[in-house]
């Protein structure tokens, strides 16, 4: 194989995070009686991908992210919320959403037999193990790698670092950073003077500031870039 150590995102990559955040907005509106309209939709989704960007950029905490946004979403609804407790329920309510992207379940089975894999995420550790474990990916993987954990966050070199200072014998031009974000996962890659593979199903446009080593549309791609071939089970 090109490469032996394979570093993957989670949510968009792996799982679907989509439609994980959708079920657990629909539940959490349910819980508080209110109508989940595709505008509030909208409106939190715009809200929490900037918060989560300033979060990329160091310009906020995670806490600070993850205690606010319900606040900040429901005081623009005119709502007066416990902004910590309603995200706790919300995040109960993302644990349950482990929905595979198209076959990666199966693409992650195969490759674990040929080359070491990772896992490299932004976002709360309990949330993202419990989705690992539920969608049945945990065991494929050598280690867990979540930016509440480490005390960093993609795309920051520190985060990268202390990835790299706990994988065993590590060789960088060896390893691979699987993902769908630029300004995350490539961008992350770019600062650790890693290799990338930018998953891109809907064709964005590249960032000027980011270049992947790869562009992808589809997970099933990686096998070329891999020199190896997929292996169906029986």
Do not use: C
Not at 168 to 183: C, E, N, W
Request: glycine residues 6%; proline residues 4%; charged residues 25%.
């Amino acid at each position: 194989m090109n490469y032996s150590t394979l570093l993957f995102d989670l949510d968009d990559t792996l799982l679907d995070f989509k439609a994980a955040e959708d079920q657990a907005l629909q539940k959490l509106f349910t819980h508080m009686n209110m109508t989940l309209t595709p505008e509030i939709q909208k409106q939190y989704k715009t809200m929490n991908h900037q918060l989560w960007r300033d979060y990329e950029q160091g310009k906020l905490t995670r806490s600070e992210v993850t205690n606010g946004r319900f606040q900040k979403l429901f005081a623009a609804l005119g709502k007066i919320v416990d902004g910590p407790k309603l995200d706790q329920q919300y995040r109960h309510y993302l644990t349950q959403g482990h929905q595979l992207l198209g076959n990666s379940h199966a693409i992650i089975a195969d490759l674990a037999n040929k080359a070491d894999l990772y896992i490299v995420t932004n976002g709360v550790s309990e949330t993202q193990y419990k989705r690992l474990e539920d969608a049945q990916l945990l065991p494929y993987f050598k280690d867990i790698f979540v930016s509440e954990d480490t005390g960093y966050q993609k795309p920051m070199p520190e985060y990268f670092d202390y990835v790299v200072n706990r994988i065993p014998h590590f060789v960088a031009q060896k390893a691979l950073v699987i993902g769908d974000s630029l300004t995350s996962d490539i961008k992350g890659a770019n600062n650790a003077g890693l290799d990338s593979v930018w998953l891109n199903p809907k064709a964005k446009q590249l960032l000027p500031d980011v270049k992947p080593t790869y562009e992808v549309k589809v997970l099933e791609q990686l096998y070329p870039i891999l020199g190896t071939a997929f292996t169906e089970k029986a």
